[in-house]
Structures are given as structure tokens and as C-alpha cells.
């Protein structure tokens, strides 16, 4: 069994667990599948918890998709997240790649 199958399994037991979420998004998009991760990370930050690095990810996967305009979306909600979530470093990482997007 793989490592999503297993993930997707611990998913099916108890989906109120959000964590999975944000793993079996990190799986797709590890294995090269953003587009498949989007509706889990969408999942993910729509939960309002602590979740700067589940905007990161979807930054990437729209970056990778070529969505301009969601990867600077993605970036702003994800240093407002950041920030509220009391991790200034991620913020600034996000700024940063917000400027140069």
C-alpha cells in the first residue's frame, strides 16, 4: 500500500481530521499532481487553523499550473495566515516571492 492509500484510508476513518488534509495534498503534489492537491489544500485553509504553509503549498501547485493570478492570491492569503499564526519568517518568505512573482 502506498503511502496516499494509507493516507486516504486514515482520511476515510475520520475526515474530520485536517491534518490529512494537508498530507494527502503534500502527496499529490510531491508526485507531481497539483492539480489533484488544489481541492485538498482548498480544503485544508478553508478550516481557518494555523494554516500559512497550507497556502504556501497551493502557491505551488498554481505555480506549477501556471495560474498567475491564483499563486498571488494564494501568496497574499498565505502571509496574512502567516502572520496570524504567528510565524513571521513564513510571511516574509511568502512576501518575498509575492514581489517576484
Known amino acids: 500500500m502506498s503511502r496516499l492509500d494509507s493516507l486516504m484510508e486514515l482520511h476515510a476513518q475520520d475526515p ?10 503534500s502527496e499529490h503534489a510531491s508526485e507531481g499532481r497539483p492539480a489533484e492537491a488544489i481541492p485538498w489544500l482548498v480544503r485544508y485553509v478553508e478550516q481557518g487553523r494555523d494554516v500559512g504553509a497550507g497556502w504556501a503549498l497551493l502557491a505551488d501547485c498554481h505555480e506549477e499550473l501556471g495560474d498567475a493570478a491564483a499563486l498571488r492570491a494564494a501568496l497574499e492569503r498565505g502571509i496574512d495566515a502567516a502572520l496570524r499564526g504567528g510565524h513571521p519568517t513564513l510571511a516574509g518568505t511568502l512576501r518575498q516571492r509575492l514581489e517576484e512573482a
Do not use: V, W, Y
Open 16 to 25: 474530520a481530521d485536517t491534518d490529512l488534509l494537508f498530507m494527502i495534498a
